[in-house]
C-alpha cells in the first residue's frame, strides 16, 4: 500500500522497560496453515499472527475450499483436506504484501490438478520469482512470470519429479517451496543451501509425520507421504522481537523482558551480532515446544560499539537488518555489512531506503552495492519514508529513543502486514509514539 497517509508521530523517550509479549511468528504461522491444509485431520493452531500476511495465506486456503475455524484472533483449527484436497479458486489469489505466502504457494500449488493465479500488491509484484519458478520447471511444472515477477501463473495437473537442487542464493522461501513440490513428485528431492536459512519448514513437516532427512547442507523429501494433522503452538516472532532488542539496548537501563520469543538457531543472527556490538542480552527459561525453541529474551542498556557484522550471520538475521542499522547509527564507531545484496530485494530496496531515512536524521553512511557503512553519531529529528516498508517503519521508530527531535514516519500502513499491534506495544515499552 505504498503511498498511504498513514504516519508516525514519535517524540525523543528517555527510557523503555517492562514486560512484552509480541506476537506469533510469521514463518511459522504460514507454515501451520499451509501444511495443516494438506494434511489429513485436525490441526490446531495456538499463538498464530493475525497479521495482514498471515491472513493473506488464509484467504487464499479459503478461496481454494478449506476449512479453517477461527476461536479467537491467534487461535485457530484448521480442517485438513489432505494432499489432494484443495479445488480451483475462482479468481486469482492475492497475497497482498507477503512473499513468503506467493512463494510456498508456487511449491504447494505446482503439483494441484487445477490452474491458479498469484499475484500481490504494487511491492510483490516487483520481487523476483524465477528463483522459485525455476526449479518448480525442472520438477515438470508449467509456471508463467511475468518478466520475472507476479502475476505467476501454475498450470496444473502438471507430474512432477524429484530434483536434486543446489540454491544458488540462500533462501529459505525458494528451499521451502521446492520442498513442498517434493511432497508431490516422484522420487527423492533434495535441496542443498549455500548457507543455513531458516529451517521451520524441515522442523514442521517433521512435526506432521514426514520424514526429511537433513545431512549438512542439504534436505531431502521422499515424495507421496502424507501428513497428519497435529498441534501447533507458535512462539513469538523474533524478527518482531527485534525492534524491542535494539530499543533495549539503547534505553533499557532497568532491563526490558520479551516473553516465549522463539529461538531457532536459523533465527537468531540478531541476537549474535547485537552481542558483538556489545549489548547485555541474555537468553533465560529456554524451552521447546513442537520442535521449535523458544526463551525470554531480557535486554538491558549499555554502551554499542560498531564492527564488521560476519557475513555467515547475514542469512540468520535477514529481516532485522532495518533494526540492526538503527543500532549501528547509536553505536560508538563504523558498523560495515557487506554479502547483503538480497536485502534489495525485500519488501523494498531495505539497502537503499535505511540509507535515504538515515540521511535524513543526519546520520553518516556509505551505500555499497551489498552492504552498508554506517558511522555512529547523533541522530536529529525530522520526517523519513518508509516506501511502505514495515520493518523500516518500525526500525526508525526505536531511532526515536536517540533522535535530539520529534521524528515523523511515514506510509506506516503496512506495519499491520507483521505486527499489527506494533502502536500498542511500543507505547506499554515507553515509546512516546502515536
Ligand atoms: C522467510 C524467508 C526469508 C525472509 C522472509 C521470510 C520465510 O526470505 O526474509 O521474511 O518465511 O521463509 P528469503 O527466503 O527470500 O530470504
Redesign the pocket.
Known amino acids: 500500500m505504498s503511498g498511504s497517509g498513514a504516519r508516525y508521530i514519535l517524540q525523543p523517550a528517555a527510557q523503555v522497560g517492562g514486560e512484552l509479549a509480541v506476537p506469533g511468528d510469521?514463518?511459522i504461522s504460514?507454515r501451520a496453515l499451509m501444511l495443516g491444509g494438506i494434511a489429513s485431520g485436525r490441526t490446531e493452531i495456538h499463538g498464530f499472527l493475525p497479521s495482514e500476511d498471515c491472513r493473506a495465506t488464509l484467504a487464499a486456503l479459503r478461496a481454494m475450499g478449506l476449512a479453517v475455524e477461527e476461536h479467537s484472533a491467534t487461535v485457530l483449527t484448521v480442517h485438513g483436506a489432505g494432499p489432494g484436497g484443495l479445488a480451483a479458486p475462482a479468481q486469482a489469489l492475492d497475497m497482498g504484501n507477503s512473499?513468503?505466502a506467493l512463494r510456498l504457494f508456487m511449491g504447494l500449488l505446482a503439483a494441484q490438478p487445477f490452474d491458479v493465479t498469484l499475484t500481490g500488491d504494487a511491492s510483490l509484484r516487483q520481487r523476483p520469482m524465477e528463483r522459485v519458478a525455476q526449479p518448480l520447471r525442472a520438477m515438470g511444472a508449467a509456471i508463467d512470470t511475468e518478466d520475472g515477477r507476479p502475476p505467476v501463473r501454475i498450470h496444473g495437473g502438471r507430474p512432477l519429479t524429484a530434483i536434486d537442487y543446489a540454491l544458488p542464493m540462500?533462501?529459505?522461501?525458494?528451499k521451502?517451496a521446492i520442498l513442498l513440490a517434493g511432497l508431490y513428485a516422484s522420487g527423492v528431492t533434495r535441496v542443498t543451501e549455500p548457507a543455513p536459512?531458516?529451517d521451520?519448514t524441515e522442523r514442521m513437516l517433521d512435526g506432521f509425520g514426514v520424514r526429511v532427512e537433513r545431512a549438512g547442507a542439504s534436505a531431502s523429501v521422499a515424495g507421496g507421504q502424507r501428513l497428519t494433522g497435529t498441534r501447533i503452538d507458535v512462539p513469538a516472532d523474533i524478527s518482531s522481537a527485534a525492534f524491542f532488542l535494539v530499543a533495549g539496548c539503547l534505553a533499557a537501563r532497568e532491563g526490558l523482558v520479551l516473553r516465549n520469543v522463539g529461538v531457532n538457531p536459523t533465527r537468531t543472527g540478531v541476537i549474535d551480532i547485537l552481542r558483538l556490538m556489545g549489548a547485555d542480552i541474555r537468553v533465560e527459561n529456554a524451552r521447546e515446544s513442537g520442535g521449535e525453541p523458544s526463551a525470554d529474551l531480557v535486554v538491558r542498556a549499555s554502551a554499542l560499539r560498531g564492527i564488521r557484522i560476519p557475513e555467515a550471520l547475514v542469512?540468520l538475521a535477514?529481516?532485522e537488518f532495518p533494526a540492526l542499522f538503527i543500532a549501528a547509527a547509536a553505536a560508538e564507531g563504523r558498523t560495515e555489512l557487506r554479502g547483503a545484496a538480497?536485502l534489495r530485494v525485500?519488501e523494498t530496496d531495505r539497502l537503499a531506503v535505511m540509507a535515504e531515512g538515515l540521511g535524513r536524521l543526519g546520520v553518516r553512511h556509505e551505500l555499497l552495492p551489498d552492504g552498508i557503512r554506517i558511522d555512529g553519531g547523533p541522530l536529529s529529528g525530522g520526517t523519513v519514508d518508509s516506501h511502505g516498508d514495515h520493518r523500516i517503519a518500525m526500525a526508525f521508530a526505536v531511532a526515536s529513543l536517540r533522535a535530539r527531535g520529534p521524528l515523523e514516519i511515514l506510509d506506516v500502513a503496512n506495519v499491520a502486514t507483521s505486527f499489527p499491534d506494533f502502536v500498542p506495544l511500543a507505547r506499554a515499552a515507553g515509546l512516546a509514539i502515536s
Not at 170 to 174: D, E, G, N
Open positions: 510469521k514463518s504460514h512473499g513468503t540462500p533462501s529459505a522461501q525458494v521451502s536459512t531458516r521451520h542469512p535477514i529481516d538480497e525485500k
